[in-house]
């Protein structure tokens, strides 16, 4: 009986992990076709020391080759330009709060991982993440677990959420805070078959 049980809970487990290997294929390949997206979101940010949270609204941009572009509309305009090696934060005057190609390794990674996330570019984000995902292609969650101690540091775990696109983000930080975004995708371009 005990050997029928192990058998069954490990034939489950394997054909858990084809299921989400098979999903994880059809979103990396779903998201190479998308070169561009333009939308808009909802940040709340919960500082465990603070008693209410910090909600903040904006709009993004992704192209394949520019990168990704986040701009705060409220309550503080800002905008944050992340493409490979370059991490530029300028206020709303365009006055630099941060520019600059250093270092770049570390912007590189920044710039992969949120482009990622954007995208919905699985192959980018498995690099720095162990990634679980659960559902269908039409309605799916994918939870992405740090795969290095220096990452751990400040992400305990990201869980992407969606439908076509990543419509909800939220991140578990390694000092107790969160934040959860609200993705809405406004305009897709996509390469043609």
Known sequence: M?????ASWLLALAASALADA???????RR????????????????I???????????????DRAAGVRWETLEPVRNSLQLSAGTIKFEDAQGKSLLDGRGPAAGAEIIARIFSGVI???LGALNEYFLLTSTGSSADWQITLVPRSPNLAAYIKKIELQ?????????????????????LTTAKVTRTTP
């Open 31 to 46: 998201s190479a076709a998308v070169q561009a997206l333009e939308g808009s979101f909802v940040q709340t940010k919960s």
């Open 48 to 62: 465990a020391v603070l008693p209410v949270p910090i909600n903040s609204t904006g709009k993004f941009s992704f």
């Open 162 to 182: 969606g439908h076509e696109f990543t419509e909800q983000l939220d991140i578990a930080e390694a000092n107790g805070d969160s934040t959860r975004i609200q």
């Open 119 to 121: 995208a919905g570019d």
């Open 2 to 6: 005990l050997r029928l049980t192990l």
């Open 22 to 28: 098979g999903l994880l294929t059809e979103l990396t």
